[in-house]
């Protein structure tokens, strides 16, 4: 049986910063008063014309160099988005395009801030069971465009950045270990974005009520995210054959530097062994967990054979965690050149635009 590994890793964010200083400035809040609720300085907010297929693209290309690995050969892209740019086609679907990864079946899942986890259990299942050999696992999001920016409890902790892995079948041990995946529908009001679906679709009502902005329960969340990420720890670690003290590093959703140091303690585990980042970015959702890591990759932090725990939670409520052992590209003596792969992707693009232009002026001239 194959082992799923982590090959390739990219993140992807928007040049734009919103600091704390900034935000005092349209709502009734302080720099201080932001740190100490969140931990959270600053944040990074996508222009208009930056889209989460756009964030994806650049993280899943800088994953794919990584890896060493041509778009063609992808046999899976999952996209994990709380943010898709339309209720269909899928997210995943735009980012396959434009990336030329002509032979990838993809697909986006929605498991909100644990979707990333949910997303990498799904591909590395579908590994090891001999389905697939290479998969792209994309989180990305633009939250601020569902930010409510008059809401002072919520506008303060979200930003917009995509992260992504390669997963690759080697028969070498190493790779994902083992996963937990959990959710509760009974806690589905503590965090929401009620409006855009079926049971609330667009209209002037819901816009003007702002049923198209996030609403969350602070304190019940709270509770909820520091109960959870212990638990899902734990079980993940038993599913492994681990205990705490074989874990080199604790990377966590970064929702709020709070909730991760309840977490540790509940854990008993020093804050030293967490990474954290979410003063720089705010809580990007299931962008979080990969953009955390490939900040503690480029810092020197992670080192081949370290053992990892991702743990994160998020609305549904969901939550979860999965074990891994960082190994790293998988040695070949080729070069590859994903972003070639983009180009052609664009032009193909265009033929087929100039093709269905065609035929529809053929269908027309035959009626």
């Not at 979080?288 to 053992?307: C, F, K, M, W, Y």
């Amino acid at each position: 049986m194959p082992y799923a590994h982590i090959t390739g890793w990219g993140m992807s964010v928007p040049d734009a910063i919103l600091t704390n200083d900034d935000l005092a400035k349209i709502v009734d809040t302080n720099d201080e008063w932001i740190r100490d609720r969140t931990g959270i300085r600053e944040r990074h907010i996508a222009s208009d014309h930056t889209f989460p297929s756009t964030l994806g693209v650049a993280a899943a290309t800088r994953a794919l160099e990584v890896a060493n690995l041509a778009p063609t050969e992808l046999d899976l892209i999952i996209c994990s988005t709380s943010t898709p740019e339309y209720l269909f086609p899928a997210t995943a679907c735009l980012i396959q395009d434009q990336l030329g990864a002509t032979k990838a079946g993809a697909f986006d899942l929605l498991a909100a801030c644990t979707g990333f986890i949910f997303a990498l259990n799904m591909a590395g299942q579908s590994i090891k069971t001999g389905a697939i050999r290479n998969a792209l696992v994309i989180g990305t999001e633009t939250l601020s465009r569902f930010v409510n920016w008059k809401d002072r409890s919520t506008c303060i902790l979200f930003g917009d950045g995509a992260g992504a892995f390669v997963l690759q079948g080697r028969e070498e041990p190493g790779g994902l270990l083992s996963a937990v995946m959990h959710s509760d529908g009974s806690g589905a009001q503590l965090l929401t974005l009620p409006g855009g679906g079926a049971r609330q679709p667009a209209t002037e009502e819901t816009v003007r009520t702002g049923k198209h902005l996030i609403s969350m329960d602070g304190r019940e969340v709270f509770r909820f995210a520091t109960r959870a990420m212990a638990q899902a720890t734990h079980e993940a670690l038993d599913a492994a054959g681990l205990t705490e003290d074989d874990i080199r590093w604790f990377i966590p959703h970064q929702a709020n530097l709070r909730i991760i140091e309840s977490a540790a303690k509940k854990l008993k585990i020093p804050m030293e062994r967490f990474v954290v980042n979410v003063d720089r970015y705010g809580n990007t959702s299931t962008a979080s967990i990969p953009i955390a890591t490939v900040e503690a990759h480029q810092n020197g932090v992670l080192s081949p054979g370290d053992r990892i725990v991702f743990v994160g939670f998020g609305a549904g409520l969901t939550w979860g965690a999965l074990v891994a052992e960082w190994t790293g590209p998988v040695p070949v003596k080729r070069h590859v050149h994903p972003g070639r792969y983009r180009a052609f992707a664009r032009v193909r693009s265009v033929l087929r635009r100039i093709l269905l232009f065609l035929e529809g002026l053929l269908s027309r001239r035959e009626l």
